[in-house]
Each structure stands twice: as C-alpha cells, then as structure tokens.
C-alpha cells in the first residue's frame, strides 16, 4: 500500500533522561522534514530539563502526573501506583484533544500512561526500544503496541518476534549533519583530543577517574592530549577547582549544548555506555573507552557497551576494577597507536545506523496507512 505524504499528527512520549528524549527529538525532525506541516506534541515528565530541551529544539511539550516504580522503596510504590489512575485520565484527556494519527513511545515511565490510553482508545502505537535491556515500561507495552522499533539486537528476545523491526537509535539532525559531511577539528594540532562524556545521570565515577588519570605525575596525559571534559552540575565545581589546582588547562562544562561541535574537535571519548551517546559517537565514528553506570537499571550499560566492544570500536572497563592510573595507562596507549584508533574508529561506523531515522518513520506511516 502506498503511504501518504500528508503531514500528520505525531504525540511522542517518554523522557526522564537525555537517552530517551533526544531520539524522540530525532524521530520528530525527521517527520518534520520528510512531512512538512506535521504537528508534533511531546507528552513527558515535568523535569525542566526535559522541557527546556523541547523548547530549544521548537517543539511543545504537555506532562502528566507520573512517577516510576522500578527501584522505589514501598512508601515510593505506593505512591507510583496510587498515581496510575490519574496519569491514565490525564493522558485520555490530551490524546482526546490533540488527536494524534500515532503515539510513539520512547521510553521512561511517563511511556507507560500515555501509550496505554492511546491503545485503549484506538490509536495506532508504537515504542522505540534503545537499549540491549528494556525498561520496565517498554517490557510490558511490548505486549500491546502495534510496532517495537529495536537499536540494538540484544533486545529482540525480550519481544513480540512478529511485532518487531530492526531500526537503530536515531540521532539529532545536526549530528547526522556533521555525519554527512565527514569531517573533523583538530583543536591543537599536535596532540589528540579525547571528549568525556558522564551523561546525564552518574557522571561522579568518571568525573573522578579521569581527574585521577590526567593529574597522575608519571603520565603527563595533559601534554600529549588536549581534554574536553563534560562534567554534570554536581561535580562541575570539583573538577574545575582539581584541574585548576594542578595548574592544568582544560575545557570544562556541566553540559555542551552544542554536541555536534564538541563531537567535530574529539579524536576518542571516555564516556558511560547510553545508548543514545553510543549511537551518536558510532554514527560519527568515534572509538571510546566505556565505563558503564554500575547503578544502571539491569546493568544494561554494560550489555550496551558488549555490542561496541564486540564490533571492535570500543574498550570497556568496569567502573570498581579501574583506578586512575590504569586508565592513564590505557588512554596512553590508544593515543600512541594512531591505526588502531583509526580502525576502532571504521568499526564504529559500521555499528552505526544514519538512517534510523528514516526507518523509523516509514515504520509509522505504514503502521497509519494499516489502519486506516
């Protein structure tokens, strides 16, 4: 059947993360692009962050009263699953008035409501799945949604085989700008420049690890690379002042809003293992050292990670077997082999997917066109 290329009406929910709302972002530019005219709602969690991201990007956003249960003490619980019923209301009451042609879910607790009201009420859903285990959420709407777009592979068992199609983790537009255009900034010729990356959740480990590594004496790192350094707002006022007291230079922010111009300067990263970041630095191929968040739901960091390590375009180590000078030791060796960061650098590309994107919308227009 052929699908149209009216504009439609495209709610998307989920949030609570970076990892969550940026392949939303992705998925709405896209539609925007290839649909002109398509009005785009984000229904999410009330962080500021999240709504603050949507804003800059041009989009609008609603909330509705959620709270996660994974993890939460009963008090907690009690509370997330006395909540339930309200979400479920709220979420009817703005599907009700927006009038979506689908709901996209992209994970995150607020994902559950939203898309189980959407299918009760006969609207066609679909979740997008980011990492090698699902959340809880994701896990149970795989058994109602109409589509389950994958990232990874490792995520297929925990589905529905016949619901489910092999996507990847899109990215933001002008990351896959500078995908396209192949290109990358030495910022100090002579010597390499390696990114951190902690994430938006967990960035204290690496924060320290890395200080560590760059202050150790016997190493040097600061005059063979040049360090950007993302550090999160906890940690930001610790590592600047440890830098600056080692008399060491280094670009230090809590967040970079402009990624896909910290990403152009980076040779090779030090970075927790999200999904959405690793499908960003694969896409541009970028080699890494992945220090997965131990706290994370599942360990699915890890399980992230194993995908990339397997490829070939990236090194992982556990956050309790590392100690600063052993990463000293590793990043030395990474940046005295200038082919093997290059190799790692082709194999990530080839674990990347630029057109995920695309797929995923022409998995949603058929989906619209299925039930028309």
Not at 151 to 156: F, N, Q, V
Request: proline share 5%; net charge positive; with cysteine.
């Amino acid at each position: 059947m052929r699908k149209s290329r009216k504009p439609i009406r495209l709610l998307l929910t989920g949030g609570g993360t970076g990892g969550h709302l940026f392949p939303a972002i992705a998925t709405a530019q896209e539609f925007k692009r290839q649909l002109p005219g398509t009005e785009v709602l984000f229904v999410g969690t009330r962080r500021k962050m999240d709504s603050g991201s949507l804003e800059a990007y041009g989009f609008t956003s609603r909330s509705i009263l959620s709270y996660g249960v994974k993890g939460k003490n009963i008090v907690q619980l009690v509370k997330a699953l006395a909540a339930l019923p309200l979400s479920y209301v709220q979420a009817v009451r703005i599907l009700r008035e927006f009038k979506p042609d689908i709901v996209f879910g992209v994970g995150g607790y607020v994902t559950g409501p939203v898309v189980a009201a959407a299918k009760s009420i006969g609207i066609p859903t679909i979740i997008h799945e980011q990492n090698s285990v699902p959340g809880l959420a994701n896990r149970k709407l795989g058994k109602i949604v109409d589509r389950i777009c994958l990232s990874l592979p490792g995520s297929a068992e925990y589905f529905p085989k016949d619901k489910t199609v092999h996507t990847g983790n899109p990215v933001r537009k002008k990351i896959l700008d500078l995908y396209k255009k192949n290109s990358s900034v030495k910022e100090n010729r002579k010597k390499p420049t390696m990114l951190v990356l902690g994430g938006s959740q967990g960035a204290s480990g690496v924060n320290r690890l890395v200080m560590e590594a760059f202050l150790d004496p016997e190493y040097s790192l600061s005059t063979r690379i040049h360090l950007i350094h993302q550090t999160g707002e906890k940690d930001l006022k610790m590592v600047i002042d440890g830098y600056r007291e080692a008399g060491v230079r280094v670009n230090v922010k809590p967040f970079f809003t402009k990624m896909e111009k910290v990403y152009e300067r980076a040779d090779f990263l030090v970075s927790r293992a999200g999904a959405t970041t690793l499908s960003e630095i694969a896409v541009l191929g970028k080699p890494a050292i992945l220090i997965p968040y131990p706290y994370a739901a599942d360990d699915h960091q890890t399980r992230n990670a194993e995908f990339y390590v397997q490829g070939g375009g990236a090194m992982m180590f556990q956050e309790k077997e590392l100690t600063g000078r052993f990463l000293a030791e590793r990043i030395v060796e990474l940046v005295a082999d200038e082919r093997k960061l290059e190799i790692m650098g082709q194999a990530m590309r080839k674990m990347s997917w630029p057109d995920a994107p695309e797929k995923i919308v022409a998995c949603c227009l058929e989906l619209i066109s299925e039930q028309q």
